[in-house]
């Protein structure tokens, strides 16, 4: 199993949120991760988000 630093996790999700969270443009441009991590992550991101009360660029998904 591939483990992936802080920054490539968020720099898929990152990616994921710019490409309208579509995970196969995201898998395209990176090689990484399966679909299954790349959406996880995001889910990760978005409790941070909720918990810390800053969305950002997440705020229009809520």
Not at 29 to 35: F, R, S, T, V, Y
């Amino acid at each position: 199993m591939a483990r992936y630093g802080r920054e490539q996790r968020g720099r898929a999700v990152d990616l994921y949120v710019r490409y309208e969270r579509c995970a196969a443009d995201v898998i395209r441009e990176l090689g990484h991760p399966g679909k299954g991590a790349l959406l996880s992550w995001y889910a990760d991101r978005l409790e941070e988000c909720v918990l810390s009360n800053f969305c950002g660029p997440f705020r229009r998904f809520f």
